[in-house]
Every structure is written in structure tokens, then in C-alpha cells.
């Protein structure tokens, strides 16, 4: 179970599952979270350097996108949302495409994931703007979270494992340990890391929570920016 599986059936029409009532969740694995950059020909150097200057000029900046639902699509329109500014917005079919443009400039602001930017952050391609968890990355702990220039920001995607519904209790239970135990071994912490999962096991009641809020709010923020299923 992830997040763009969570809330399939708020994007398209024809879906055929109920991630509520479909399924049991076993627990959290980790959550992964995507990064806001730029490209060397782009001064601006900071969340708060971006949004001051979306709000000067309104409509200008762009952003490469994934289409909606993608990590990089739920970042930016949360952020357009929270900071209340304008931001363009620019589909791209290759992630490969939206680097080289970035790089060069013909467009002036990315979200990929963390673990697919960081080659070109290292290489100094890419100015890390901030990451889209709560929090800093164990990852890339030298990168800002957006949220610490606006409050209440997250947008990392987030990963659990899900049983049938109406899996035995029992089961679910000698599940949930076993994915800890699994989860918190330091040689799949690092596999974990290497995807751009930060590994972050936790409960039954963690999923589920993890799950409707990451609902709650994306479904509000497709309501709030006029997003229509598919």
C-alpha cells in the first residue's frame, strides 16, 4: 500500500478497490520524500527566496511535473496551496527530460524524488530548496524541510504492507512483528535507503493513520485546487 494507491480513487473514475475497506493493514515501512530544486542559472537559493518571488511574479516560475498523483504533482500544488502563490505547471512524460531542463534552465523548479536527485545534487547540478517530509531526511539531513518554512507542510510519499480484509487478527499481529523486526535489520534500512525510503516501521494503528490522513489531506487539496477524477 502507498500513497498514490491510497487515494486512486479520488483521481480517477474507474477504480477497482476500496483501500479502506479492501484491505488490512500490517504496518508503516517508511516514507519517502521527493525534493524541491532548481538549477545553477536560478538565484533563488531558499523556500523562502521562492515563494517571495512567486508572489513579485505570479505565474511565472514553472515546475515539471509528473501529472497528477506523482510525488512531484502533490508536492508543488501543495505548496502553490500553503504559500498561496502561482506556479505553472509543466508535464513531462521523462523525469530524465525534467532534469536536463532544470539543469539548463529552460525550466526553473523540480520535485523529483530524493534518492533519484541526489546524484545531481552531489554533482552540483541541481540547489537543494527543501525536502517534502515533516522533517529533515536521515537521508540528506543538510537539506531543509519545506515545513520549517511552512508550517504544517508533508508531502513525502509513505509505504506500508496490507493484507486482505478480514485476515485473522493473530495474523495481522505476528505480521506487524515480524515487518519490524525486518524493517529495523540494518542491511534493509540501507536497501531501504538506497529506493529513497526512510525507514520508519510502526504499529497497525500507525498505518491506518499514516493512510487516512494522507487522505484526508490530499483529498482536501484536490478539492481545494478544483482536481476532478479521471
Same mark, same amino acid.
Given at each position: 500500500?502507498?500513497?498514490?494507491?491510497?487515494?486512486?480513487?479520488?483521481?480517477?473514475?474507474?477504480?477497482?478497490?476500496?483501500?479502506?475497506?479492501?484491505?488490512?493493514?500490517?504496518?508503516?515501512?517508511?516514507?519517502?520524500?521527493?525534493?524541491?530544486?532548481?538549477?545553477?542559472?536560478?538565484?533563488?537559493?531558499?523556500?523562502?527566496?521562492?515563494?517571495?518571488?512567486?508572489?513579485?511574479?505570479?505565474?511565472?516560475?514553472?515546475?515539471?511535473?509528473?501529472?497528477?498523483?506523482?510525488?512531484?504533482?502533490?508536492?508543488?500544488?501543495?505548496?502553490?496551496?500553503?504559500?498561496?502563490?502561482?506556479?505553472?505547471?509543466? @508535464?513531462?512524460?521523462? +523525469? *530524465?527530460? !525534467?532534469? &536536463?531542463?532544470?539543469?539548463?534552465?529552460?525550466?526553473?523548479?523540480?520535485?523529483? /524524488?530524493?534518492?533519484?536527485?541526489?546524484?545531481?545534487?552531489?554533482?552540483?547540478?541541481?540547489?537543494?530548496?527543501?525536502?517534502?517530509?515533516?522533517?529533515?531526511?536521515?537521508?540528506?539531513?543538510?537539506?531543509?524541510?519545506?515545513?520549517?518554512?511552512?508550517?504544517?507542510?508533508?508531502?513525502?510519499?509513505?509505504?506500508?504492507?496490507?493484507?486482505?480484509?478480514?485476515?485473522?487478527?493473530?495474523?495481522?499481529?505476528?505480521?506487524?512483528?515480524?515487518?519490524?523486526?525486518?524493517?529495523?535489520? @540494518?542491511?534493509?534500512? +540501507? *536497501?531501504? !535507503?538506497? &529506493?529513497?525510503?526512510?525507514?520508519?516501521?510502526?504499529?497497525?494503528?500507525?498505518? /491506518?493513520?499514516?493512510?487516512?490522513?494522507?487522505?484526508?489531506?490530499?483529498?482536501?487539496?484536490?478539492?481545494?485546487?478544483?482536481?476532478?477524477?479521471?
Amino acid at each position: 500500500m502507498s500513497t498514490s494507491t491510497s487515494i486512486a480513487p479520488r483521481l480517477f473514475r474507474q477504480v477497482a478497490f476500496n483501500p479502506v475497506e479492501d484491505f488490512a493493514l500490517v504496518g508503516t515501512i517508511g516514507f519517502a520524500p521527493n525534493v524541491l530544486v532548481t538549477g545553477p542559472r536560478v538565484t533563488i537559493g531558499s523556500i523562502t527566496e521562492l515563494i517571495a518571488e512567486a508572489k513579485k511574479a505570479p505565474g511565472r516560475l514553472r515546475y515539471a511535473s509528473s501529472g497528477p498523483g506523482s510525488g512531484s504533482w502533490i508536492g508543488m500544488e501543495l505548496l502553490k496551496s500553503m504559500a498561496e502563490i502561482q506556479l505553472e505547471e509543466i @508535464p513531462y512524460s521523462s +523525469t *530524465a527530460q !525534467a532534469t &536536463t531542463d532544470t539543469i539548463s534552465g529552460q525550466i526553473e523548479l523540480h520535485c523529483p /524524488s530524493l534518492a533519484g536527485a541526489m546524484p545531481t545534487l552531489l554533482a552540483g547540478h541541481f540547489r537543494a530548496l527543501g525536502v517534502t517530509s515533516a522533517r529533515r531526511s536521515p537521508s540528506a539531513p543538510d537539506i531543509p524541510a519545506i515545513a520549517e518554512t511552512v508550517p504544517g507542510y508533508d508531502s513525502a510519499g509513505w509505504y506500508a504492507l496490507a493484507a486482505p480484509a478480514g485476515t485473522p487478527e493473530p495474523v495481522l499481529a505476528r505480521l506487524n512483528t515480524e515487518l519490524q523486526a525486518m524493517v529495523t535489520e @540494518p542491511t534493509v534500512k +540501507t *536497501a531501504l !535507503a538506497n &529506493t529513497g525510503v526512510d525507514a520508519d516501521p510502526g504499529s497497525r494503528g500507525a498505518a /491506518s493513520e499514516a493512510m487516512l490522513a494522507g487522505m484526508r489531506r490530499l483529498t482536501a487539496l484536490m478539492d481545494r485546487i478544483g482536481h476532478l477524477p479521471r
